[in-house]
């Protein structure tokens, strides 16, 4: 076939080719770019609202601390220090163990301390009871319990002496009994006459005497 021929015959796809690549694909590489438009639309729009949302917010931090081992929590709203406590995994508190500030407490951020009550073995006068505290003397340990000292009563360790944690406080008590006797005392009577009784009768009997002449008639 000669040239003109084989134009004759390709000019309809070439004019197919054109048009699809006006029309087609030109309105494929608009879409695919307001794809990408969109996209980074969508990014910018989400950390816009990430940042307002952080901005109004804000990130809260708290620190457990647990006898010295610190446990950090971070939200995005406030808590009570109670589920503060939950979202760290604290061990299960006793009821003598101290935490600051108080459970039911709402806070913003900061520390939530947790001081645990230790146990101690008290033992007054062979009975023995064991007890949890956080005191730091015996003497403190025994007016917590309610238990008042007479003088003479002994404590080991001495009430100035600090907690023996996880080991034994005795009291030994001091009683006195008084008891009443009556017993029979072997004596003997002596009689003794009273001089100045015998003097007195002697005196009485003058006067008398003289009483009795002065009233003797004269003759």
Not at 99 to 119: L, N
Not at 148 to 169: I, Q
Not at 171 to 176: G, L, Q
């Amino acid at each position: 076939m000669s040239g003109p021929a084989i134009r004759s015959l390709t000019e309809p796809l070439r004019l197919f080719n054109r048009w699809y690549n006006t029309h087609i694909m030109d309105t494929t590489r608009l879409v695919r770019v307001l794809h990408r438009r969109k996209a980074v639309l969508f990014a910018i729009v989400g950390i816009l609202l990430g940042g307002f949302f952080l901005g109004s917010t804000g990130v809260h931090t708290y620190v457990v601390n647990d006898g010295g081992n610190e446990t950090q929590v971070v939200t995005f709203h406030s808590m009570s220090v109670r589920a503060v406590l939950a979202k760290a995994n604290t061990r299960v508190l006793r009821p003598e163990d101290v935490v600051t500030p108080d459970t039911a407490a709402v806070i913003s951020h900061g520390e939530v301390a947790i001081v645990r009550a230790r146990r101690v073995t008290l033992t007054i006068d062979h009975t023995s009871e064991t007890i949890y505290s956080i005191v730091g003397t015996v003497g403190d340990l025994l007016v917590e319990n309610g238990i008042k000292l007479n003088t003479a009563d002994k404590v080991s360790p001495d009430p100035t002496d600090l907690v023996p944690y996880n080991e034994e406080v005795v009291v030994k008590r001091t009683t006195y009994a008084y008891t009443s006797k009556t017993e029979a005392i072997a004596y003997q009577r002596v009689y003794k006459k009273n001089p100045y009784t015998w003097k007195s009768d002697a005196v009485t009997s003058a006067s008398w005497a003289r009483t009795a002449s002065s009233r003797r008639p004269s003759r």
